[in-house]
Protein backbone atom coordinates (compact mmCIF):
# COMPACT_ATOMS: atom_id res chain seq x y z
CA UNK A 1 0.00 0.00 0.00
CA UNK A 2 1.01 3.72 -1.17
CA UNK A 3 2.84 5.55 2.33
CA UNK A 4 0.32 7.79 4.35
CA UNK A 5 1.36 11.32 4.29
CA UNK A 6 0.99 11.34 8.27
CA UNK A 7 3.46 8.61 8.98
CA UNK A 8 5.96 9.22 6.58
CA UNK A 9 8.48 10.06 8.67
CA UNK A 10 8.09 6.31 10.34
CA UNK A 11 7.31 4.38 7.09
CA UNK A 12 10.80 5.79 5.91
CA UNK A 13 12.51 4.98 9.26
CA UNK A 14 10.71 1.38 9.25
CA UNK A 15 12.10 1.17 5.45
CA UNK A 16 15.55 1.94 6.51
CA UNK A 17 15.16 -0.81 9.89
CA UNK A 18 13.61 -3.66 7.42
CA UNK A 19 16.64 -3.41 5.01
CA UNK A 20 19.10 -3.42 7.83
CA UNK A 21 17.47 -6.06 10.07
CA UNK A 22 15.67 -7.98 7.21
CA UNK A 23 17.37 -11.42 5.60
CA UNK A 24 15.17 -10.97 2.61
CA UNK A 25 16.10 -9.30 -0.58
CA UNK A 26 15.96 -5.55 -1.53
CA UNK A 27 13.42 -5.88 -4.04
CA UNK A 28 11.37 -7.76 -1.67
CA UNK A 29 11.35 -5.26 1.21
CA UNK A 30 10.69 -2.65 -1.29
CA UNK A 31 7.11 -4.62 -2.66
CA UNK A 32 6.30 -5.13 1.14
CA UNK A 33 6.79 -1.03 1.79
CA UNK A 34 4.75 -0.81 -1.91
CA UNK A 35 7.65 1.80 -2.97
CA UNK A 36 9.97 1.10 -6.14
CA UNK A 37 13.80 0.09 -6.34
CA UNK A 38 14.38 3.76 -7.29
CA UNK A 39 12.34 5.20 -4.54
CA UNK A 40 14.05 2.65 -1.97
CA UNK A 41 17.45 3.57 -3.07
CA UNK A 42 17.12 6.92 -2.47
CA UNK A 43 16.23 7.02 0.75
CA UNK A 44 18.76 4.57 1.85
CA UNK A 45 20.83 6.74 0.20
CA UNK A 46 19.92 9.54 2.02
CA UNK A 47 20.32 7.57 5.37
CA UNK A 48 23.90 6.72 4.83
CA UNK A 49 24.79 10.50 3.42
CA UNK A 50 22.70 12.40 6.34
CA UNK A 51 21.09 9.70 9.08
CA UNK A 52 17.54 10.31 9.93
CA UNK A 53 17.41 14.18 9.27
CA UNK A 54 18.36 12.75 5.65
CA UNK A 55 15.01 11.44 5.55
CA UNK A 56 13.02 14.54 6.15
CA UNK A 57 11.45 16.10 2.66
CA UNK A 58 14.06 18.57 1.11
CA UNK A 59 13.51 21.96 -0.32
CA UNK A 60 12.38 21.71 -4.09
CA UNK A 61 13.82 25.20 -4.71
CA UNK A 62 16.38 25.47 -6.55
CA UNK A 63 19.84 26.54 -4.55
CA UNK A 64 20.30 29.93 -6.80
CA UNK A 65 18.15 31.78 -9.06
CA UNK A 66 20.16 32.95 -12.30
CA UNK A 67 16.79 34.88 -13.55
CA UNK A 68 16.04 36.38 -9.67
CA UNK A 69 15.92 39.55 -9.82
CA UNK A 70 18.09 41.77 -7.30
CA UNK A 71 16.27 43.31 -4.21
CA UNK A 72 17.70 47.27 -5.18
CA UNK A 73 16.09 46.60 -8.59
CA UNK A 74 12.67 45.18 -7.43
CA UNK A 75 12.50 48.10 -4.54
CA UNK A 76 13.09 51.17 -7.20
CA UNK A 77 10.18 49.89 -9.37
CA UNK A 78 8.04 49.42 -6.77
CA UNK A 79 8.74 52.81 -5.69
CA UNK A 80 8.05 54.44 -9.14
CA UNK A 81 4.59 52.55 -9.00
CA UNK A 82 3.50 54.26 -6.23
CA UNK A 83 5.11 57.24 -7.32
CA UNK A 84 2.75 56.88 -10.25
CA UNK A 85 -0.29 54.85 -9.33
CA UNK A 86 -2.76 54.84 -12.51
CA UNK A 87 0.30 54.18 -14.70
CA UNK A 88 0.92 50.26 -15.71
CA UNK A 89 3.79 48.60 -16.18
CA UNK A 90 4.52 49.47 -19.57
CA UNK A 91 4.59 52.84 -18.61
CA UNK A 92 6.74 52.10 -15.79
CA UNK A 93 8.67 49.78 -17.98
CA UNK A 94 9.79 52.49 -19.90
CA UNK A 95 10.26 54.95 -17.67
CA UNK A 96 12.75 52.88 -15.53
CA UNK A 97 14.32 52.25 -18.77
CA UNK A 98 15.03 55.53 -19.57
CA UNK A 99 16.45 55.79 -16.20
CA UNK A 100 18.86 52.17 -15.74
CA UNK A 101 19.62 51.25 -19.38
CA UNK A 102 20.56 48.23 -19.51
CA UNK A 103 19.55 46.77 -15.99
CA UNK A 104 16.23 47.39 -17.09
CA UNK A 105 14.35 43.91 -16.14
CA UNK A 106 11.78 42.49 -18.55
CA UNK A 107 7.93 43.76 -18.96
CA UNK A 108 6.85 40.50 -17.84
CA UNK A 109 9.32 40.40 -14.59
CA UNK A 110 7.74 44.07 -14.18
CA UNK A 111 4.28 43.04 -14.93
CA UNK A 112 4.93 39.99 -12.62
CA UNK A 113 6.89 41.95 -9.52
CA UNK A 114 3.10 44.69 -9.48
CA UNK A 115 1.16 41.53 -9.93
CA UNK A 116 3.01 39.80 -6.27
CA UNK A 117 2.78 43.16 -4.51
CA UNK A 118 -1.14 43.69 -5.72
CA UNK A 119 -0.10 46.77 -7.52
CA UNK A 120 -2.09 45.92 -10.43
CA UNK A 121 -5.09 44.86 -11.19
CA UNK A 122 -6.47 42.67 -13.72
CA UNK A 123 -8.74 44.66 -16.44
CA UNK A 124 -12.15 43.35 -17.71
CA UNK A 125 -11.77 43.23 -21.23
CA UNK A 126 -15.10 45.13 -23.38
CA UNK A 127 -17.03 44.13 -26.38
CA UNK A 128 -16.98 46.84 -28.36
CA UNK A 129 -20.16 47.69 -30.39
CA UNK A 130 -20.00 46.94 -34.05
CA UNK A 131 -23.09 49.62 -34.64
CA UNK A 132 -21.00 52.39 -32.89
CA UNK A 133 -20.47 55.54 -34.90
CA UNK A 134 -17.19 56.94 -35.90
CA UNK A 135 -16.10 60.71 -35.72
CA UNK A 136 -15.50 61.60 -39.88
CA UNK A 137 -12.23 63.33 -38.43
CA UNK A 138 -8.98 62.33 -39.76
CA UNK A 139 -6.37 63.59 -37.02
CA UNK A 140 -3.04 62.95 -39.20
CA UNK A 141 -0.51 65.51 -37.15
CA UNK A 142 -0.49 68.08 -34.34
CA UNK A 143 -2.70 70.76 -34.45
CA UNK A 144 -5.20 68.75 -36.84
CA UNK A 145 -7.74 68.66 -33.99
CA UNK A 146 -8.07 70.34 -30.19
CA UNK A 147 -10.18 68.43 -27.91
CA UNK A 148 -11.17 70.76 -24.89
CA UNK A 149 -13.88 70.20 -21.81
CA UNK A 150 -13.61 71.09 -18.13
CA UNK A 151 -12.85 68.78 -15.53
CA UNK A 152 -15.63 68.01 -12.84
CA UNK A 153 -15.27 70.94 -10.26
CA UNK A 154 -14.53 70.13 -6.80
CA UNK A 155 -13.83 71.74 -3.64
CA UNK A 156 -11.34 73.29 -1.64
CA UNK A 157 -10.20 73.50 1.45
CA UNK A 158 -11.85 76.75 1.66
CA UNK A 159 -14.87 75.34 -0.35
CA UNK A 160 -14.05 77.30 -3.56
CA UNK A 161 -15.01 75.51 -6.94
CA UNK A 162 -12.19 74.27 -8.69
CA UNK A 163 -12.96 73.47 -11.85
CA UNK A 164 -9.81 73.51 -14.56
CA UNK A 165 -10.25 73.87 -18.31
CA UNK A 166 -8.38 70.74 -20.17
CA UNK A 167 -7.28 71.52 -23.28
CA UNK A 168 -5.42 68.35 -25.75
CA UNK A 169 -3.57 68.06 -28.76
CA UNK A 170 -5.68 64.56 -30.61
CA UNK A 171 -2.52 63.99 -32.17
CA UNK A 172 0.59 63.91 -29.83
CA UNK A 173 -1.62 64.02 -26.45
CA UNK A 174 -0.30 66.86 -25.67
CA UNK A 175 -1.99 69.09 -23.02
CA UNK A 176 -2.00 72.13 -23.87
CA UNK A 177 -3.53 73.88 -21.22
CA UNK A 178 -4.76 72.44 -17.66
CA UNK A 179 -5.81 75.79 -15.92
CA UNK A 180 -8.71 76.53 -13.28
CA UNK A 181 -10.62 80.19 -14.65
CA UNK A 182 -12.44 82.00 -12.57
CA UNK A 183 -15.71 80.94 -14.21
CA UNK A 184 -16.63 79.34 -17.18
CA UNK A 185 -18.35 81.79 -19.15
CA UNK A 186 -17.19 82.55 -22.58
CA UNK A 187 -15.28 85.31 -21.95
CA UNK A 188 -13.47 83.61 -19.50
CA UNK A 189 -12.94 80.67 -22.41
CA UNK A 190 -12.65 82.90 -25.15
CA UNK A 191 -9.35 84.74 -22.92
CA UNK A 192 -7.70 81.26 -22.31
CA UNK A 193 -8.12 80.26 -26.13
CA UNK A 194 -6.60 83.80 -27.21
CA UNK A 195 -3.46 82.57 -24.74
CA UNK A 196 -2.95 79.19 -26.04
CA UNK A 197 -3.44 80.42 -30.01
CA UNK A 198 -0.75 82.91 -29.27
CA UNK A 199 1.58 80.59 -27.89
CA UNK A 200 0.31 77.54 -30.18
CA UNK A 201 -1.36 78.93 -33.00
CA UNK A 202 -4.92 77.82 -34.66
CA UNK A 203 -5.91 74.47 -35.06
CA UNK A 204 -7.67 73.30 -37.79
CA UNK A 205 -10.34 71.65 -35.74
CA UNK A 206 -12.07 71.85 -31.98
CA UNK A 207 -14.06 69.26 -30.64
CA UNK A 208 -16.04 69.40 -27.72
CA UNK A 209 -19.44 68.27 -25.90
CA UNK A 210 -22.26 70.24 -26.19
CA UNK A 211 -22.02 71.79 -22.84
CA UNK A 212 -22.04 75.73 -22.70
CA UNK A 213 -20.09 77.46 -23.56
CA UNK A 214 -18.83 75.73 -26.36
CA UNK A 215 -22.46 74.67 -27.82
CA UNK A 216 -26.17 75.86 -27.38
CA UNK A 217 -28.65 73.42 -28.25
CA UNK A 218 -31.74 76.11 -28.35
CA UNK A 219 -29.44 77.73 -31.27
CA UNK A 220 -29.51 76.74 -35.14
CA UNK A 221 -26.23 73.47 -35.51
CA UNK A 222 -25.53 74.55 -31.67
CA UNK A 223 -23.58 77.32 -32.51
CA UNK A 224 -22.97 79.86 -29.44
CA UNK A 225 -21.09 83.01 -28.74
CA UNK A 226 -18.17 80.96 -27.84
CA UNK A 227 -18.18 78.65 -31.13
CA UNK A 228 -19.33 81.64 -33.69
CA UNK A 229 -15.58 83.38 -32.57
CA UNK A 230 -13.86 80.06 -33.19
CA UNK A 231 -15.61 79.83 -36.48
CA UNK A 232 -14.69 83.56 -37.44
CA UNK A 233 -10.87 82.64 -37.15
CA UNK A 234 -10.96 79.83 -40.02
CA UNK A 235 -11.32 77.07 -37.21
CA UNK A 236 -13.84 74.02 -37.59
CA UNK A 237 -16.03 73.01 -34.65
CA UNK A 238 -17.15 69.15 -34.21
CA UNK A 239 -19.36 68.38 -31.31
CA UNK A 240 -19.66 64.97 -29.72
CA UNK A 241 -23.24 63.56 -29.97
CA UNK A 242 -25.30 64.48 -27.41
CA UNK A 243 -24.89 61.69 -24.45
CA UNK A 244 -21.39 59.75 -26.26
CA UNK A 245 -18.43 60.83 -24.02
CA UNK A 246 -16.80 58.07 -25.65
CA UNK A 247 -16.71 60.11 -28.84
CA UNK A 248 -13.80 62.08 -27.20
CA UNK A 249 -12.89 59.14 -24.78
CA UNK A 250 -9.08 60.35 -24.96
CA UNK A 251 -9.83 62.98 -22.85
CA UNK A 252 -12.29 61.31 -21.02
CA UNK A 253 -9.57 58.85 -19.58
CA UNK A 254 -7.00 61.85 -19.55
CA UNK A 255 -9.33 63.31 -17.33
CA UNK A 256 -9.34 60.06 -15.08
CA UNK A 257 -6.25 60.41 -14.63
CA UNK A 258 -6.25 64.14 -13.24
CA UNK A 259 -8.88 62.46 -11.10
CA UNK A 260 -6.66 59.88 -9.29
CA UNK A 261 -3.34 61.83 -9.42
CA UNK A 262 -4.57 65.58 -8.10
CA UNK A 263 -7.95 65.78 -7.20
CA UNK A 264 -8.30 62.81 -4.94
CA UNK A 265 -4.82 63.25 -3.71
CA UNK A 266 -4.86 66.95 -2.12
CA UNK A 267 -6.84 69.08 -0.28
CA UNK A 268 -5.66 72.22 0.06
CA UNK A 269 -6.39 75.91 -1.69
CA UNK A 270 -6.98 76.93 -5.38
CA UNK A 271 -3.34 77.71 -5.20
CA UNK A 272 -1.89 74.59 -3.95
CA UNK A 273 -4.57 72.48 -6.63
CA UNK A 274 -3.06 74.51 -9.61
CA UNK A 275 0.48 73.97 -8.71
CA UNK A 276 -0.21 70.30 -8.67
CA UNK A 277 -2.04 70.90 -11.84
CA UNK A 278 0.99 72.65 -13.56
CA UNK A 279 3.43 69.33 -12.22
CA UNK A 280 1.34 67.05 -13.04
CA UNK A 281 0.49 68.39 -16.94
CA UNK A 282 4.16 68.93 -17.36
CA UNK A 283 4.97 65.37 -16.58
CA UNK A 284 1.99 64.29 -18.78
CA UNK A 285 3.64 66.09 -21.74
CA UNK A 286 7.35 65.26 -20.81
CA UNK A 287 7.60 61.96 -18.47
CA UNK A 288 4.61 60.12 -18.82
CA UNK A 289 4.97 57.49 -22.24
CA UNK A 290 2.19 56.71 -24.00
CA UNK A 291 1.60 53.65 -25.69
CA UNK A 292 -0.48 54.86 -28.87
CA UNK A 293 2.45 57.07 -29.46
CA UNK A 294 5.37 54.17 -29.70
CA UNK A 295 6.18 54.61 -25.64
CA UNK A 296 7.14 58.30 -26.68
CA UNK A 297 6.31 61.44 -24.53
CA UNK A 298 4.01 64.04 -26.10
CA UNK A 299 6.46 66.45 -25.95
CA UNK A 300 9.00 64.56 -28.17
CA UNK A 301 5.52 64.43 -30.82
CA UNK A 302 4.24 67.90 -30.80
CA UNK A 303 4.75 71.32 -32.30
CA UNK A 304 2.88 74.28 -32.51
CA UNK A 305 0.74 74.88 -35.90
CA UNK A 306 1.82 77.05 -38.69
CA UNK A 307 -1.85 78.80 -39.10
CA UNK A 308 -0.99 82.15 -36.81
CA UNK A 309 -3.35 83.78 -34.42
CA UNK A 310 -4.90 86.71 -36.12
CA UNK A 311 -7.72 88.73 -34.73
CA UNK A 312 -10.95 87.70 -35.74
CA UNK A 313 -12.09 89.67 -39.13
CA UNK A 314 -14.89 92.09 -39.24
CA UNK A 315 -15.78 90.78 -42.46
CA UNK A 316 -15.96 86.93 -43.46
CA UNK A 317 -15.17 86.50 -47.12
CA UNK A 318 -17.69 84.42 -49.22
CA UNK A 319 -17.78 83.72 -52.42
CA UNK A 320 -18.65 86.98 -55.55
CA UNK A 321 -22.05 84.91 -56.32
CA UNK A 322 -23.41 84.99 -52.42
CA UNK A 323 -25.22 88.36 -50.93
CA UNK A 324 -24.01 89.38 -47.77
CA UNK A 325 -26.18 90.21 -44.92
CA UNK A 326 -25.14 91.60 -41.63
CA UNK A 327 -26.97 89.89 -38.14
CA UNK A 328 -28.29 92.57 -36.16
CA UNK A 329 -28.29 93.27 -32.31
CA UNK A 330 -31.95 90.79 -32.26
CA UNK A 331 -30.41 87.86 -33.90
CA UNK A 332 -31.73 89.25 -37.41
CA UNK A 333 -31.12 89.67 -41.35
CA UNK A 334 -33.17 91.46 -43.53
CA UNK A 335 -33.96 90.18 -47.16
CA UNK A 336 -35.73 92.52 -49.37
CA UNK A 337 -37.24 94.51 -46.40
CA UNK A 338 -38.34 91.54 -44.44
CA UNK A 339 -36.56 90.12 -41.58
CA UNK A 340 -35.61 86.91 -40.66
CA UNK A 341 -34.43 85.40 -37.28
CA UNK A 342 -31.10 83.24 -37.32
CA UNK A 343 -29.83 83.49 -33.94
CA UNK A 344 -28.15 86.07 -31.12
CA UNK A 345 -25.08 83.98 -30.93
CA UNK A 346 -23.95 85.80 -34.84
CA UNK A 347 -25.07 89.22 -33.86
CA UNK A 348 -22.68 91.68 -35.94
CA UNK A 349 -21.46 88.55 -37.71
CA UNK A 350 -21.57 89.09 -41.66
CA UNK A 351 -23.10 85.47 -43.39
CA UNK A 352 -23.82 84.54 -46.79
CA UNK A 353 -26.55 83.74 -48.79
CA UNK A 354 -26.58 81.51 -52.04
CA UNK A 355 -29.54 81.79 -54.16
CA UNK A 356 -31.00 78.02 -54.30
CA UNK A 357 -34.39 78.65 -56.75
CA UNK A 358 -36.30 81.95 -57.08
CA UNK A 359 -37.87 81.59 -53.52
CA UNK A 360 -35.60 80.16 -51.69
CA UNK A 361 -32.25 81.06 -50.22
CA UNK A 362 -28.97 79.02 -48.42
CA UNK A 363 -27.52 81.14 -45.14
CA UNK A 364 -24.16 79.90 -44.60
CA UNK A 365 -22.09 81.13 -41.68
CA UNK A 366 -18.56 81.13 -43.05
CA UNK A 367 -18.40 77.38 -44.43
CA UNK A 368 -21.08 76.29 -42.01
CA UNK A 369 -24.62 75.67 -43.61
CA UNK A 370 -27.73 77.06 -41.17
CA UNK A 371 -30.71 76.58 -43.17
CA UNK A 372 -32.62 77.93 -45.72
CA UNK A 373 -35.06 81.54 -46.53
CA UNK A 374 -38.08 81.24 -47.93
CA UNK A 375 -38.61 84.48 -49.47
CA UNK A 376 -42.89 83.33 -50.26
CA UNK A 377 -44.21 82.57 -46.88
CA UNK A 378 -40.37 84.70 -44.73
CA UNK A 379 -39.65 82.17 -42.90
CA UNK A 380 -36.10 80.33 -41.80
CA UNK A 381 -35.55 77.00 -41.73
CA UNK A 382 -32.41 75.98 -39.40
CA UNK A 383 -30.91 72.97 -40.28
CA UNK A 384 -31.52 69.84 -37.73
CA UNK A 385 -28.00 68.76 -37.82
CA UNK A 386 -25.61 69.17 -34.96
CA UNK A 387 -22.70 70.92 -35.37
CA UNK A 388 -19.57 68.52 -36.97
CA UNK A 389 -16.54 68.47 -39.15
CA UNK A 390 -17.25 69.84 -42.49
CA UNK A 391 -14.85 70.01 -45.09
Known amino acids: MPWKERLIMEERK ?27 YKWLHRFEDGGYPGLE ?28 SSWGPKKIHTLFSRIHGETTPSLSSVNRIFMK ?8 VRKTSS ?8 IQSPNDVWTIDFKGWWRTRARDRFEPLTVRDAYSR ?3 EARSLPDTTT ?34 RGISKLSAWLISLGIHIHHSRPGHPQDNGGHERMHKDLKEEVQVRYLGDAKLYQAELDRWRDEFNTIRPHEALGMKTPAEIYHPSERKYKVAPDRIEYPSDYQVRKVSAYGEIKIKGNNYFITTALRKYMLGLKVVNASQMAVYFASVFLGKVDLETVSFTPYQNEMSFEK
Do not use: W
Request: positive net charge.
Open 174 to 176: YLL
Open 187 to 220: TSVQQAFERLFKEYGLPRVIHSDNGAPFASRSNV
Open 14 to 40: RFIHAIMESKQSFNATCLEFGISRKTG
Open 131 to 138: GRLTSSIR
Open 117 to 124: AGLVKRRR
Open 57 to 84: DQSRRPNSAPGQLPEGIVCDLIKLKLAH
